[in-house]
T-cell receptor, first 118, second 112 residues
Framework: NAGVTQTPKFQVLKTGQSMTLQCAQD?????MYWYRQDPGMGLRLIYY???????DKGEVPNGYNVSRLNKREFSLRLESAAPSQTSVYFC?????????????????FGPGTRLTVL | GDSVTQMEGPVTLSEEAFLTINCTYT??????LFWYVQYPGEGLQLLLK?????DKGSNKGFEATYRKETTSFHLEKGSVQVSDSAVYFC???????????FGKGTRLHILP
């Protein structure tokens, strides 16, 4: 049981290049999330997907697109990378609140992708 | 909108000291409250949670009590260890909402 996996772990891009960050979870969770973490800013939500086939903007969506490929996978795409997108990116997943007992609505995080845009 | 405010760090303590990290929140209704911890080089993981007023969440010697009257969820531990060095995030989820709102995090350094 791997939990939430992310690839790649590290990436360096030049301004204007594109790339896709991959995320997969094996916990059969309905909800998935993409965050960025910057010094002094905490975690900010970029996009989330409450269920397969749906996506919604979070706090900082500009410059990003997402795809919920299936229930397991949720990818984040940078079409034209900018230095302001240098950050650590985390994917997370959770059960839909109210659908299970125990630690319902806990978010489980991947190990992160450290992205540098030059 | 909903928000979380936690004390700024870094916080530096000696081993076996008492720890308090303050957290207050603003939310409509009755949110669930969380503390997450991030160890160096890793993603966040849930430390404890509370879902209603006066609930106490606890795990690994850490505790936090949901205080609706003061809109607070302060994290405490009686005797910290070097291995507790990490970044701690207070967070909330509003009722009926899929999203969790995180505070900015507090970095904790424990000296041997």
């Amino acid at each position: 049981n791997a939990g939430v996996t992310q690839t790649p772990k590290f990436q360096v891009l030049k301004t204007g290049q594109s790339m896709t960050l991959q995320c997969a979870q094996d916990m059969n969770h309905n909800s998935m999330y993409w965050y960025r973490q910057d010094p002094g800013m905490g975690l900010r939500l970029i996009y989330y997907s409450a269920s397969e086939g749906t996506t919604d903007k979070g706090e900082v969506p500009n410059g990003y697109n997402v795809s919920r490929l299936n229930k397991r996978e949720f990818s984040l795409r940078l079409e034209s990378a900018a230095p302001s997108q240098t950050s650590v990116y985390f994917c997370a997943s959770s059960d839909t609140p109210g659908t299970s007992g125990g630690w319902v609505d806990t978010q489980y995080f991947g190990p992160g992708t450290r992205l540098t845009v030059l | 909108g909903d928000s979380v405010t936690q004390m700024e760090g870094p916080v530096t303590l000696s081993e076996e000291a008492f720890l308090t990290i303050n957290c207050t929140y603003t939310a409509t209704g009755y949110p669930s409250l969380f503390w997450y911890v991030q160890y160096p080089g890793e993603g966040l993981q849930l430390l404890l949670k509370a879902t209603k007023a006066d609930d106490k969440g606890s795990n690994k010697g850490f505790e936090a009590t949901y205080r609706k009257e003061t809109t607070s969820f302060h994290l405490e531990k009686g005797s910290v260890q070097v291995s507790d060095s990490a970044v701690y995030f207070c967070a909330l989820r509003g009722g009926g909402d899929d999203k969790i709102i995180f505070g900015k995090g507090t970095r904790l350094h424990i000296l041997p």
